[in-house]
């Protein structure tokens, strides 16, 4: 039913401890409308409990979070640990006890901040929004802002009672727990105890835990791949965004993690060089950059152009002819660049706090690379000339052989007009558009 983890504290020297539990369960995001109550479950469990309980709790000097993750519930407390165990117990009771339909939990008043929240998205910049679409196409399980607002219409206090009983009575759970600080062995595996024995429950098994995916963007080695277009959210934006993303394989691949040193160091090449052309010389937008991060396990290497100047579809045109030369000068800084980022990736946490959240999410995300940042920067140091070009022809040059592109178009009022055109145009070239995600 549990698989727990313990740091003991050995650099900071504070008396203090935290523990971090997480109950998988597919529930809270099985559907738009339980996604929904999951969302007012939380707030209305925070608004509750901080009457009761939280206010005293940090007037003491101790802490409680409880949230839907991706994967399940999340709680996390932290403060003195001589005191630690207790407040746990007090908190999962009152988790327990509490009833969503009562006076405390405001029904009215978090439904309304929780719409307001959704609505908001048509106020975002449209390089926002056009990341919106990009993780709707790719993130599993995801809804649209639209579903999550239709169900959230219908939902009741006692629809999140109801969820509430389901989720602590019904559902199987399986758990993981991190303690790290000021603490023993034995005393972490009290702390894990205090709360299984205070919130029983049946185990998932393991062949049904949640986890978030990314989709595979369909190869299309020529071209500009899959295109998702829309019109801003707002018709008043006159701005136009284009998001061109590459993905660039896996973190679990045989070399998944050479792959991602080789793209972070493509990526502080080309990047400085991308400002230039696009904004300080080209003036396509006042938005102009490029970035290599990794979700939910998939490398990404990232291209976006936010303004007013030119429609999205010629933005992306003039993306592609700056990748084109990106790496034609026979000499760039290789070394330097992929030393700094090396030394950079050896940055060691400077709190307690931020040393558990680092923990943490190795084991969120079940990889358990507990010496992560010592294998990467070894990775970074490693990386040679060959290696980025071969990154480069392999996902992002036209005629690669892995190249996963996913172009989202965002149409302000300037070129609105344009947008049919666009997709006729892109259409030509062999694009592949991507209906509505929604």
Known sequence: RWCSFFRQDTQWGVPKAYAVFELLTPFPRSSARATVLSRLYEAMLRSGLLEDLLYDAQCAGLSFEVSASPRGMLLFFGGFDDRLADFAQACVEAILAFDPTSKKGRFEPQRDILDREL???SSQQPFEQAGYWTSLALSSPNFSIEELRSALRKVTALDVGAFATQLWQREPLYGFALCYGNLRA??????VATVENALPFQPLQE?????????????????P????????LDPAEENSAVTVTFQVG???DPDGRQLWAAMQV?????????FSELRTKQQLGYIVTSLADRKEGVNR????VQGTVLNPVAVMSRIDAFLEEALQSSEFALTEVAASLAELRLARPQQLAEAVDTTWREIASREFLFDRIVKESNALRSVRRKDVLDVFDRFVAEGGQDRRRLVSLVFGSAHRGQRDAGAKALAALDAEIIPDPR
Do not use: M, N, Y
């Open 225 to 232: 791949g899959c295109v998702l277009i829309h019109d801003a």
């Open 301 to 304: 290497l990232l291209f976006i």
């Open 266 to 274: 493509l990526s502080a090449l080309v990047r400085d060089g991308f």
């Open 250 to 252: 896996a973190a679990r």
């Open 186 to 191: 034995d005393e972490a595996d009290k702390l």
């Open 207 to 223: 062949g049904l835990w949640p986890a978030s995916a990314q989709t595979k963007i369909p190869l299309h080695p020529r071209g």
């Open 119 to 121: 609505e908001s998205i």
